[in-house]
C-alpha cells in the first residue's frame, strides 16, 4: 500500500470514529443580560431526551459531568422518561442527581405517551423535582431573582381531553408575567413551537426533541431530521437569537444503537447568564 493510500485510509478511519462517537460532550452557552448586575451570574445545566438511556454504572457518568459544572440549577425539559424503555435509567438518573442541585422539569411527548404521565411525575416529585405544569415559579439564585416557568408537551392536551387547546393553556399561563425585573427562563421540550415563545415575554427558552437531526455535517448541515419539523429542521440544536429572547435548544443525551446518531454526540448543555 502506497503511503498516500495509507493517508486516505487514516483519514477514513479517523471520520468514522468521529462521525459515530457517542460519548457524553459538554456544551457551553454564555448569555448576557441587563437584568442581572456585572458581577452577578448563575449557571443552568440543560439536559433533555435522556429515554432513559443508562450512562455508565448508575448513572455515574452523566452525573459525574454535571455535579463537574456546579450548577445553580438543572433543566430537565422532557423525556427524561420514555413510553417504550423501562423506567429504571430514569430513576437511576433522578438518585444519582438529586444531591448536585436544584432539579426543574417539564414533560415531554414520549412521557404523555406512555399514559403513565402521572405516575411519572410522581417519581421526579419524590426525588425533590420541581414539576412544572404550566405554571411560573419564582426562585432566588444569592441575590438574582429568576421566574422559572415550565410548559408542559402540547400532546397532553390531546390525551387528556382539555378544553382549551395547547396554545390557549400557554397564552393564559404566561401572559401575565408583571415583574419585568427578574429574569424570566421557560423550559419546554418542542423547539418549533416558536410562534408561541415569541408571543411571551421570556428572556431564555430551553427545549429538546429535536436530538441535533440525528445527522449532522460539521458546517454544512446542522440537522437532517427532526421530529415535528421533518427534514432539515431550523431548530435542531443549537443556539437561536430571537427579537426578545435567546433560544438554546439540546441535543439531548439518549443513545439508541439501532438508529446511530451521526456527528452528533450526546450533549450536556451548560448555559452561564452574566451580567451586562
Known amino acids: 500500500m502506497t503511503p498516500a493510500k495509507i493517508i486516505i485510509l487514516i483519514i477514513i478511519t479517523l471520520l468514522i470514529v468521529m462521525a459515530f462517537y457517542n460519548g457524553l460532550v459538554i456544551r457551553q452557552y454564555t448569555i448576557a443580560t441587563p437584568k442581572l448586575r456585572e458581577n452577578q451570574s448563575f449557571r443552568i445545566v440543560l439536559i433533555s431526551d435522556l429515554h432513559s438511556t443508562i450512562h455508565g454504572a ?76 404550566n405554571e411560573a415559579i419564582e426562585i432566588g439564585i444569592g441575590e438574582v431573582s429568576i421566574i422559572i416557568g415550565g410548559a408542559e408537551d402540547p400532546d397532553i392536551n390531546r390525551y387528556e381531553r382539555r378544553q382549551l387547546t395547547w396554545e390557549e393553556e400557554i397564552i393564559e399561563a404566561f401572559s401575565d408575567l408583571n415583574d419585568v425585573e427578574s429574569f424570566h427562563l421557560l423550559l419546554s421540550h418542542r423547539p418549533e413551537e416558536i410562534t408561541i415563545y415569541k408571543a411571551l415575554s421570556f428572556d431564555l427558552v430551553l427545549s429538546g426533541h429535536a436530538h441535533g437531526g440525528q445527522v449532522r455535517i460539521p458546517f454544512i ?16 440544536g443549537g443556539l437561536y437569537e430571537h427579537d426578545s429572547f435567546t433560544h438554546i435548544v439540546s441535543r439531548g443525551v439518549s443513545y439508541n444503537p439501532r438508529l446511530p446518531r451521526v456527528f452528533n454526540p450526546p450533549e450536556i448543555v451548560v448555559i452561564d447568564v452574566v451580567g451586562q
Not at 413510553?83 to 430513576?91: F, N
Not at 426543574?104 to 425533590?128: L, M
Not at 448541515?221 to 432539515?232: D, E, K, S
Request: aromatic letters at 10%; glycine letters at 6%; charged letters at 25%.
Open 58 to 133: 448508575d448513572q455515574s457518568k452523566i452525573a459525574e459531568k454535571i455535579r463537574s459544572q456546579n450548577p445553580d440549577m438543572i433543566a430537565l425539559v422532557g423525556d427524561i422518561a420514555d413510553d417504550k424503555q423501562p423506567i429504571k435509567g430514569t430513576i437511576m438518573f433522578l438518585e444519582a442527581i438529586r444531591d448536585i442541585a436544584p432539579a426543574f422539569y417539564v414533560t415531554g411527548n414520549h412521557e404523555i405517551w406512555s399514559r403513565n404521565v402521572a405516575i411519572i411525575k410522581d417519581i421526579f416529585k419524590s426525588y425533590g423535582v420541581r414539576v412544572l405544569e
Open 221 to 236: 448541515l446542522n440537522g437532517l431530521l427532526a421530529p415535528n419539523q421533518g427534514w432539515f429542521p431550523k431548530y435542531a
